[in-house]
């Protein structure tokens, strides 16, 4: 008698065993709590820089909810702006560069945690690259291109540009914090965009053109610059690897059990693909990617 009790409770616990929940439905790259949740990232890239220029969103490229962990796992195309990453212009106020002005893309996986509605950054991974020489000139053969950062040059000039400042500036002693980035235009003529440091106070010298290199009076004032690169990679401030998609494997999804596939003959898929639609029907546009707030390269 105990013997048949035991096989009964054993029997039955199985049907007491609990059901998984449901996910949650998958957020669409447009969608508010998306764009709040690219906000927060962006302004994070942006605190956690140290070079370069800030960024602005362009497109949310992914977006995926991990609902186990409360976690959210973002895929965000940024665009360079004119701001430099000292400067306090708020992001809103800063203009993203044109397509003409060699434009600076931003790659960024951003990993965020939502707890009680609340949304934190846990993770950042970024790389960033200028637009392609052949891109700009095909639509605009004039424009000039971005030079190298050590190039000769544009270290002349650079240093031309802090020179003349100085020298005509009493009581005001500018030192290179960087040079942000250069464009030749002919072979004798650059222009430099330069940040400096004044005292306590950094400012940048914006678009500065020189045809001359003058007289070198600033030796040891250059700071090492990164060798042989148009840009500041945003993967120098950014390289956290939990940040991307694949770092959260380990999480379990959900998988709904595929039903059975009954075939059908010509006839009957024709007849069943003719679903009435009303006059002007636009079908919804996919969740992801969402829009794009600039251009695109």
Do not use: W
């Not at 009964?8 to 996910?23: F, S, W, Y």
């Not at 960024?55 to 004119?82: C, H, K, Y």
């Not at 990164?226 to 940040?243: E, Y």
Request: net charge negative.
């Amino acid at each position: 008698m105990k013997v048949l009790v035991a096989l009964i409770l054993l029997v039955q616990l199985p049907i007491h065993k609990a059901v998984p929940t449901a996910p949650p439905p998958p957020l669409g790259c447009d969608d508010p709590e998306s764009e709040a949740a690219a906000e927060l990232a962006v302004n994070y890239i942006n605190d956690h820089s140290h070079h370069g220029y800030k960024f602005a969103l362009n497109r949310i490229e992914n977006v995926r909810v991990i609902p186990q962990v409360s976690e959210e796992l973002a895929e965000l195309d940024l665009l360079e702006t004119e701001c430099h990453i000292l400067s306090p212009t708020p992001l809103e106020n800063c203009t993203v560069r044109s397509f003409t002005e060699h434009a600076v893309e931003g790659d960024c996986d951003v990993k965020l945690q939502n707890l009680d509605g609340k949304l934190s950054v846990l993770a950042s991974k970024c790389h960033s690259h200028a637009d392609s020489n052949e891109d700009v000139t095909r639509v605009c053969p004039d424009c000039p291109l971005l030079a190298n950062l050590n190039n000769t040059q544009v270290l002349t000039a650079v240093t031309a540009a802090l020179n003349s400042h100085n020298s005509k500036t009493a009581g005001a002693y500018l030192k290179l914090l960087e040079i942000g980035r250069a464009r030749i235009q002919v072979i004798a003529r650059i222009r430099a965009i330069l940040t400096c440091k004044q005292n306590t106070s950094s400012m940048v010298i914006a678009q500065v053109t020189y045809s001359q290199p003058g007289q070198d009076t600033s030796a040891g004032l250059l700071p090492n610059v990164v060798q042989g690169f148009t840009n500041h990679n945003l993967r120098l401030s950014h390289n956290n690897p939990f940040a991307s998609e694949s770092s959260s494997s380990e999480f379990p999804t959900f998988v709904v059990a595929a039903k059975p596939v009954v075939k059908r003959t010509v006839g009957e898929a024709a007849q069943h693909d003719k679903v009435a639609r009303p006059v002007g029907f636009v079908p919804p546009p996919p969740p992801c990617p969402g829009r794009v707030h600039h251009f695109k390269i």
